[in-house]
């Protein structure tokens, strides 16, 4: 049986409040998942039923993270990007987070294995 997972990518190096990092969480995740519910809504469904995995990486730079924004991209796998509104602690379209699916676990795997849990 095919698991669904949504991997959450934020930047370590931008010294965020744990609550700006929350709110980033939230958008981001939202964002991808609505990503994949306009094109694939039984994906939504299934990924529910399995309990909504998500998992929060983290990476060291913009620079990083955008690798890996363009490596997801390159596998036409479900993205969404956060860039900050700048009304609180960053500039204005700051990119702070990559939300990746729900897609299946071994294809996000495959590109996201390696990075460690925020």
């Known amino acids: 049986m095919t698991k669904y997972k949504q991997v ?3 930047r ?12 980033q969480i939230a958008h981001v995740a939202v964002g991808a ?3 994949v519910l306009q094109k694939s809504p039984e994906i939504i469904k299934k990924w529910e039923d399995e309990g909504a995995k998500k998992v929060v990486l983290k990476v060291e730079s913009e620079e990083e993270l955008m690798k890996f924004y363009g490596e997801v991209k ?3 796998m479900p993205c969404f990007l956060v860039k900050d509104a700048g009304l609180t602690q960053l500039e204005p379209g700051t990119v702070t987070a ?7 676990e071994g294809r996000i795997d495959r590109i996201t294995g390696k990075l460690k849990l925020l």
Request: glycine content about 10%; proline content about 4%.
């Open 8 to 10: 959450i990518i934020v």
């Open 98 to 104: 990559l939300g990746i699916g729900p897609v299946e």
């Open 33 to 35: 998942m609505k990503k």
């Open 12 to 23: 370590k190096d931008l010294k965020l409040s744990v609550g700006k990092i929350s709110s």
């Open 74 to 76: 390159k596998e036409k």
